[in-house]
C-alpha cells in the first residue's frame, strides 16, 4: 500500500528566508515520488520528481529535494523565498508502472512568502 | 514539452443543463488521463480513470451516469457532467500522462464550474 503524508497544512516564511515543506510517504514498492504546485485557479505544475536515480533532485525555480529512505521522507527546499512561491505545494507517491496508474495526493501545503 | 490543455477554464450553466469539458494532450500521446475535483483549500479527489478506447474506471462513489467520460484518441479526453445542480459547482481538473514507467502526471488549467 501506498500513502503519503504532508506534515504541515501551512507553512508562513519571510521573504528571502529558506523553505522547509515536509513530506514522507509509505510505500511497498520502490517509490517514485514527485512535488507539485498549484497557484490559485490553476492546475498543478511539475516541480520536480524523483524516480530512483540520485536522491537529490532539483526543480523548477530553484526548489531541490531529498529522498531519504531510512526517514520514509522526501522534503521540499529552497534556499531563499520569493513573493511567486506563495501557492499550494502537493506531495505525490506513486507506484511502479506496471502496478498500475496509481498516484496517491497529500493533502497540500499551503505557502505564505510574507514581504 | 508535456503540455495539457483543459478548455474551458470557466463556465457558468444553469440547473439542469448539461457541460462539457475538454481535456488534450498538445506534443505527447497520453495513454491514460484522470478527472479530479478539488474543493476549496482541499487536495484532489480522483473522479475516474480513462484509458484511450475502453470504457472509463470511476472511483467508488462518482455516479458513471452524471459524469461521463469519453477518451477517444491519444490526445483528448472529455467530461461531460450531465443535469449539473449546484451542487456539482466545483473546480474540476484533468491530468495525463504516458504510460512508462515513473513518468509525471501532466495537469491541464482547471475549469472552474457553476451551476446557478
Known amino acids: 500500500a501506498q500513502s503519503v503524508t504532508q506534515l504541515d497544512s501551512h507553512v508562513s516564511v519571510s521573504e528571502g528566508t529558506p523553505v522547509l515543506l515536509r513530506c514522507n510517504y509509505s510505500?511497498?514498492?520502490?517509490?517514485?515520488l514527485f512535488w507539485y504546485v498549484q497557484h490559485p485557479n490553476k492546475g498543478l505544475q511539475l516541480l520536480l520528481k524523483?524516480?530512483?536515480?540520485?536522491?537529490l533532485v532539483k526543480g523548477i525555480n530553484g526548489f531541490e529535494a531529498e529522498f531519504k529512505k531510512s526517514e520514509t521522507s522526501f522534503h521540499l527546499t529552497k534556499p531563499s523565498a520569493h513573493m511567486s512561491d506563495a501557492a499550494e505545494y502537493f506531495c505525490?507517491?506513486?507506484?511502479?508502472?506496471?502496478?498500475?496508474?496509481?498516484?496517491?495526493f497529500g493533502t497540500g501545503t499551503s505557502l505564505t512568502v510574507i514581504p | 514539452g508535456a503540455v495539457v490543455s483543459q478548455h474551458p477554464s470557466w463556465v457558468i450553466c444553469k440547473s439542469g443543463t448539461s457541460v462539457k469539458i475538454e481535456c488534450r494532450s498538445l506534443?505527447?500521446?497520453?495513454?491514460?488521463m484522470f478527472w479530479y475535483r478539488q474543493f476549496p483549500k482541499q487536495s484532489l479527489m480522483l473522479m475516474a480513470t480513462?484509458?484511450?478506447?475502453?470504457?472509463?474506471?470511476?472511483e467508488q462513489g462518482v455516479e458513471k451516469d452524471k459524469f461521463l467520460i469519453n477518451h477517444a484518441s491519444l490526445t483528448l479526453s472529455t467530461l461531460t457532467v450531465t443535469s449539473a445542480h449546484p451542487e456539482d459547482s466545483s473546480f474540476y481538473i484533468c491530468?495525463?500522462?504516458?504510460?512508462?514507467?515513473?513518468?509525471?502526471?501532466?495537469f491541464g488549467n482547471g475549469t472552474r464550474l457553476t451551476v446557478t
Open positions: 510505500s511497498s514498492y520502490s517509490p517514485s
Open positions: 524523483y524516480t530512483s536515480a540520485a536522491t
Open positions: 480513462s484509458n484511450e478506447g475502453s470504457k472509463a474506471t470511476y
Open positions: 505525490v507517491v506513486s507506484g511502479r508502472a506496471n502496478t498500475g496508474n496509481q498516484f496517491y
Open positions: 491530468s495525463a500522462r504516458v504510460w512508462q514507467d515513473n513518468s509525471p502526471l501532466h
Open positions: 506534443d505527447f500521446q497520453a495513454t491514460t
